[in-house]
């Protein structure tokens, strides 16, 4: 595992097509951005977790059934910075 130290507004490129930017920090939450080609699924661990967990049951955004998982990017705002 590969760990970094970020500050707010500093990101990584993952693949060169994986950004991953931290957006903010309060208190023990660190909120972060992430943009990926819309082909790549991007799922917080526990929705992932979940899925495992219950076979053949897969949920979209508005929580009925559903045989695809749905893309979980999120759009940054700007272009990714090169710092």
Known sequence: MLVLTRKV????VI???????VLGVERD???IGIAAP?????LRQ???DRENAEPGIR???????????PSAATALDG???ES
């Open 15 to 21: 693949a060169g097509n994986i950004y991953i930017r």
């Open 59 to 69: 949920k979209n955004r508005t929580g009925s059934e559903n045989s695809e998982v």
């Open 46 to 48: 526990e929705l992932l």
């Open 38 to 42: 819309k082909e790549i699924p991007v």
């Open 29 to 31: 939450r660190v909120k």
């Open 79 to 81: 272009a990714p910075s």
């Open 9 to 12: 507004d500093q990101g990584i």
